[in-house]
């Protein structure tokens, strides 16, 4: 197996970027977020061996698309009908258009739910049916800064043509005539420009007038009126906006607000003689309207690069009005506005389908780095705590009322809560439908179920070092196949923490627990007293079912107790059978947790689409120049190599141990050099990679058919930030998990599943060679 291949399966969300932060790119495929790496899991997700498929429907810049072809197999189909488009979505992860492609709700609808990111290569998206976007969890990202200045520059292109009458002019001439008095033009000194829509075009567009001697004023409902002020103009109402304007640029988005906003009545409002420009979108203008005022002398000249309908008609009377000047939809169209567009875009939408947050994302909270690296252990356990809760109501379908509480010492604005409520929103969904919940859908699939979440914040004194103390999650209106679970007040209630870096549950109920949610966990109520934990510990080891974790809650001694016991594996029906007969135990659950804790960012439910190539090369990389610059020959001796550690990774390294960072320890941690810290994470992969076991195994239905096929690993894992410490521990991890719904959805997925469980396994394993291979094949 090639390098290049077998990188792809080497992504992990730990050793890739993991929540957008960004590395030095040395480094990009390692750990950003290994703060606590004693415990922490490795997940290996399998991106099935195959590439994204992006389809982009409308030119794109050609720096943009090589960029693209790097990442993804990219088809360029320009000039797709609807119907056209329609049919080749549904084997595309990642669409790309311009202005020109309706992408229409049927779009979203004929993907059958594989297009993940819609990338507009350009600014207005009012072309994307955004509500359907987000119902089908589809991420729509644009590209809003890089046409700016084309767009600006046309607008002022077309105000100058338009007021010397160089366009009618020019094709008078060439058609053979001389008339020079016929185009005498206007000049612009003294007068006033309005610009409409003072955002990030309408800006460059004002402050160019400025220098043609324009007075400008602006209207914009929405910007600050310091901004204006600071570049010296002033912002008014729609009206006097209208009122006071010789010349006025449309420069606002359409939107239902907007739509012909420039009607009739607007324009009984303007100066008789007043000019327009128009290189917003053709439905701000009522298009009929504007051609009564230009009849009526009310507007004397228009200058239009965008109309309703595109392309117009060619009888238009408006395009064909001798007092107007148009252009084809040209205001990006630049060489570098081009350019740079493509490279905006693509790099949003590769993000997308890496399951990273854009900065530029449309239908989805954009998150800091840092807030997101802040939060990540919170977000997992977000989704834990959802599937919990679920998981404890009998019945399950019924959950219709849910309160999260978060208990924080920062205050109230300090705390993003979009992440979580859509993480908890996620738990509580996924494990009773076939539903895949994203941040980009979160809240659009609780109003669908009915799932009614309140959130509320607790402020608590103290130090704000982390984001949260604990959240609670509780649902009414209920009964709990776990009784103990409901609290006095009669709502399921579990609450949870984070503990060196891992989601811990801490509170069942009204019973204090204390276990770490990793693998699956069994709650049991009982008589405290002697023997409990051997008993139901003995039960599981004869089921080789290995304990990672177990904790007692009890209200007293001797008295009503609950524990928690976290299990890597999942126990057989006779092993939980066995456990319910013991006598003392008088109610019990289990509740599965393996599903690997997703990547919130993750677009699609089986499968996420990777870079990959290059991931493996830079760990070798790493290997081989770390064995050059300290004299190694083989891979055993780089291991031993003493690692002298600076001010700053002792330091790291004590609040690593002592489970205690602060902000801005996280944030340089994820902006640091490569230092011994990366280096000891590499060996740490490096140990991980040789040590791994891998097994299969599957879920069968009645008729023989596979329902769930799981690929383990199995590692072990030396703790990196105690040197010369030889404890190691052992993490099982779920890598890759089909749901029935999955498997039937018609998508060829099913199909897919023992193919693509075979292909990992197998990765695995020669990554695994490939690791050791290469490098003692470079210490030769
Ligand atoms: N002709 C072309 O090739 C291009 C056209 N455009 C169009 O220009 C528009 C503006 O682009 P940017 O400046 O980059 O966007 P932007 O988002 O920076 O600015 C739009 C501004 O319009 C304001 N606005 C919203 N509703 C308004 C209303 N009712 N009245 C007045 N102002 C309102 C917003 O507050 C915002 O400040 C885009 O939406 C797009 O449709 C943009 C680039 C190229
Ligand atoms: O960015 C915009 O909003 C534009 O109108 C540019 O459209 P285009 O990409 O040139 O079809």
């Not at 504007?290 to 595109?310: H, I, N, S």
Request: charged letters at 25%.
């Amino acid at each position: 197996m090639s390098a290049a291949a077998s990188s792809k399966l080497l992504s992990t969300p730990s050793l890739r970027k993991p929540w957008g932060v960004s590395l030095p790119p040395r480094f990009a495929s390692f750990p950003a977020l290994p703060r606590r790496t004693r415990r922490r899991s490795l997940v290996i997700v399998l991106s099935m061996g195959a590439k994204p498929t992006v389809l982009v429907t409308e030119k794109l810049g050609e720096a943009g698309l090589e960029l693209l072809r790097g990442f993804a197999n990219v088809d360029c189909s320009y000039d797709l009908s609807h119907e056209e488009l329609c049919t080749k979505i549904s084997l595309c992860d990642a669409l790309i258009v311009r202005s020109g492609t309706k992408v229409t709700r049927e779009v979203f609808e004929s993907s059958v739910g594989r297009l993940k990111v819609v990338g507009r290569a350009g600014v207005g998206i009012d072309n994307v049916d955004l509500a359907a976007a987000t119902e089908h969890g589809c991420l729509v990202v644009n590209a809003p800064t890089a046409n700016t200045i084309a767009a600006a520059e046309h607008g002022i292109a077309l105000l100058t043509a338009m007021a010397r009458n160089i366009a009618q002019a020019s094709a008078s001439m060439k058609a053979g005539e001389w008339k020079r008095s016929k185009y005498v033009g206007v000049s612009f000194g003294e007068k006033t420009l309005a610009v409409m829509g003072f955002g990030k075009v309408g800006s460059e567009v004002a402050r160019r007038a400025k220098f043609l001697g324009m007075k400008v004023v602006a209207h914009d409902p929405y910007a600050p009126a310091d901004r204006a002020r600071a570049m010296g103009i002033e912002l008014v109402t729609f009206d006097e906006a209208l009122s006071r304007a010789d010349f006025i640029s449309l420069h606002m988005p359409l939107t239902p607000a907007t739509s012909k906003i420039m009607n009739d009545e607007a324009f009984a409002k303007m100066k008789k003689g007043v000019r327009i420009v128009n290189v917003a979108r053709g439905g701000v203008i009522d298009e009929d309207a504007l051609v009564r005022a230009l009849d009526a002398g009310v507007v004397k000249q228009a200058a239009l690069d965008v109309f309703t309908e595109e392309p117009p008609s060619k009888d238009s009377k408006l395009v064909q009005h001798e007092s107007v000047t148009v252009t084809p939809h040209l205001g990006a169209s630049t060489v570098e506005a081009q350019e740079g567009v493509a490279i905006e875009i693509v790099e949003a939408v590769i993000g997308g389908l890496k399951g990273e947050l854009s900065s530029t994302a449309v239908n989805a909270p954009m998150v800091p780095a840092e807030v997101l690296s802040e939060l990540a252990p919170f977000v997992v356990l977000s989704e834990m705590l959802g599937r919990l809760a679920v998981q404890l109501v009998a019945g399950g379908s019924g959950v219709k009322t849910v309160k999260v509480t978060y208990a924080s010492a920062r205050g109230p604005d300090d705390l993003d809560t979009r992440l979580l409520r859509a993480m908890i929103t996620k738990g509580l969904i996924e494990p009773i439908s076939s539903m895949f919940v994203n941040l980009v859908n979160a809240d659009v699939a609780a109003k669908q179920r009915g799932l009614h979440i309140t959130e509320e914040r607790i402020i608590l004194g103290g130090s704000p070092e982390s984001p949260l103390e604990f959240i609670q999650v509780q649902i009414a209106n209920v009964e709990s196949k776990f009784p103990s679970a409901m609290s006095e007040t009669g709502e399921i209630k579990v609450e949870g923490r984070v503990k060196d870096g891992l989601p811990h549950l801490t509170k069942v109920g009204s019973f204090e627990v204390d276990v770490s949610l990793e693998g699956s966990l069994i709650l049991c109520r009982q008589v405290d007293q002697p023997g409990m934990i051997g008993r139901v510990g003995s039960v599981l080891g004869e089921e080789n079912v290995n304990v990672n974790f177990m904790s007692v809650g009890r209200i007293a001694p001797r008295k009503q107790a609950v524990m928690a016991i976290g299990v890597d594996e999942e126990p057989t029906k006779a092993a939980l059978k066995k456990i319910g007969e013991i006598p003392a135990i008088e109610e019990f659950v289990f509740l599965k947790l393996l599903k690997a804790p997703s990547n919130l960012f993750r677009l699609s439910p089986g499968k996420d689409a990777e870079d990959g190539d290059g991931e493996f090369a830079i760990i070798v990389e790493q290997v081989e120049s770390s064995m050059k610059s300290f004299g190694k020959k083989t891979l055993e001796e780089l291991k031993e190599q003493p690692m002298k550690r600076g001010r700053r990774e002792k330091e790291r390294e004590r609040a690593l141990l002592s489970g205690k960072k602060n902000r801005v320890e996280q944030r340089s941690e994820s902006q640091s050099s490569p230092t011994f810290y990366h280096f000891k994470l590499l060996l740490q992969f490096i140990d991980m990679a040789s040590d791994s076991k891998v097994s299969e195994s599957e879920t069968r239905n009645a008729d023989g058919s596979v329902m769930e096929k799981r690929v383990e690993t199995v590692h072990y894992q030396s703790t990196p930030a105690r040197p010369g410490q030889t404890e190691r521990r052992r993490d099982v991890e779920v890598v890759h998990q089909y749901h029935p719904s999955e498997a039937d959805s018609g998508s060829g997925a099913g199909s897919m599943v023992a193919d693509a469980a075979a292909s990992m396994a197998s990765s695995i394993r020669s990554t695994k060679d490939a690791i050791s291979g290469k490098a003692n094949e470079s210490s030769k």
